[in-house]
């Protein structure tokens, strides 16, 4: 959904939005398109008041676009709001709170804050995969043998998550066709184009452990029966051939791929997540990591789109996310939330 036109460079975006009634005016669309709701009360009639606030009637209360979202209590203007929000979606890897400090002119703390609050605002897929689907599952932190000898962890091989977290990725392959066309550049010459027709996407989460009890539900609340599930040979999948076309590699006999079944694309997703961990944040906390997940799932999943439909999308999503200092540093809610 485009109601600007497209950016394409910070430029370009504050171009696009160069006052702050310019960005109200795009939230307040985004959110309501000209029917406002109380999010005090929803069957409330609303009547519009000065400075951009609104009256809830039956509860009273005065609102913005702000309140109920992840901008409610702060005190920064929008425009840098969405300098920061171009900046966390354009950068593939992430951002650190060092950097976007930098950028915006702001205090590394409070440039961790805005960065938690836009990693709050994303919801993982919440579509039912159907067709082909990869699952693995992998274990994010530290290698032992990178540790200084007095933090090393005793017994915290293979898949001991002692001093790691257990996550689990759903890989839901795409569909591509090969389309032979005309060069751009050598008259006369044709070229084969892989066109996509519905792009790859992912699901991840933290776990609490990889036992069956853990993995199969989880597999079964989010992909449709009756789809294919490629997987490798761990005891946790065990079963799930009543419910799915279930096939397996087994990686501990060398065996990596047997025709189309493999894992290697979900497990190339894991090894680009975790490079972006450690070239970028260098260490995430497994409280804070599923929010993390959603950052890297958000910006895989939408890839293909342009920018500004992006920034569009992410900013349809930030209702009902209104995250708090107190919470996000002392609350428990966070890790729960996925």
């Given at each position: 959904m485009i109601s600007v036109k497209p950016y394409?460079?910070?430029?370009?975006?504050?171009?696009?939005?160069?006052?702050?009634?310019?960005?109200?005016?795009?939230?307040?669309?985004?959110?309501?398109?000209?029917?406002?709701?109380?999010?005090?009360?929803?069957?409330?009639?609303?009547?519009?008041?000065?400075?951009?606030?609104?009256?809830?009637?039956?509860?009273?209360?005065?609102?913005?676009?702000?309140?109920?979202?992840?901008f409610e209590g702060s005190k920064i203007e929008f425009r840098t709001w969405f300098v920061a929000i171009y900046l966390f979606i354009v950068n593939k890897r992430g951002i650190s709170s060092y950097q976007l400090a930098d950028e915006l002119g702001v205090t590394q703390k409070t440039a961790w804050f805005i960065l938690a609050?836009?990693?709050?605002?994303?919801?993982?897929?919440?579509?039912?995969?159907?067709?082909?689907?990869?699952?693995?599952?992998s274990f994010v932190g530290g290698k032992n043998k990178n540790r200084h000898k007095d933090k090393k962890v005793e017994?915290?091989?293979?898949?001991?998550?002692k001093d790691k977290t257990p996550v689990v990725g759903l890989l839901k392959r795409g569909e591509y066709k090969?389309?032979?066309?005309?060069?751009?550049?050598?008259?006369?010459?044709?070229?084969?184009?892989?066109?996509?027709?519905?792009?790859?996407?992912?699901?991840?989460?933290?776990?609490?452990?990889?036992?069956?009890?853990?993995?199969?539900p989880l597999i079964l609340q989010n992909i449709k029966g009756g789809s294919r599930l490629l997987t490798d040979?761990?005891?946790g999948y065990a079963g799930l051939s009543k419910h799915y076309k279930h096939e397996f590699i087994d990686h501990g006999r060398g065996q990596y791929a047997d025709g189309d079944i493999t894992t290697n694309r979900i497990e190339n997703y894991w090894s680009h997540l975790k490079r972006s961990i450690i070239g970028v944040y260098y260490k995430v906390s497994r409280k804070h990591l599923q929010m993390y997940l959603n950052e890297r799932s958000f910006r895989f999943n939408n890839r293909m789109s342009i920018l500004s439909e992006k920034i569009d999308l992410f900013l349809q999503g930030i209702s009902g996310k209104r995250l708090t200092y107190q919470t996000l540093v002392y609350g428990s809610e966070i890790s729960k939330r996925s």
């Open positions: 394409k460079s910070v430029k370009q975006l504050l171009e696009a939005f160069p006052t702050e009634q310019s960005c109200i005016d795009h939230l307040e669309m985004l959110r309501w398109n000209g029917n406002i709701v109380s999010p005090f009360d929803e069957d409330s009639k609303v009547y519009k008041c000065a400075g951009n606030r609104y009256r809830c009637v039956n509860t009273k209360k005065y609102f913005t676009v702000r309140t109920d979202s992840i609050r836009l990693r709050f605002a994303i919801d993982p897929e919440d579509d039912e995969f159907d067709g082909e689907i990869e699952s693995d599952e017994k915290s091989q293979g898949r001991s998550f090969l389309v032979r066309r005309p060069h751009k550049v050598i008259d006369g010459e044709y070229v084969i184009e892989k066109v996509t027709i519905r792009p790859t996407k992912v699901k991840t989460f933290v776990v609490e452990d990889t036992k069956v009890k853990t993995l199969q040979e761990w005891m």
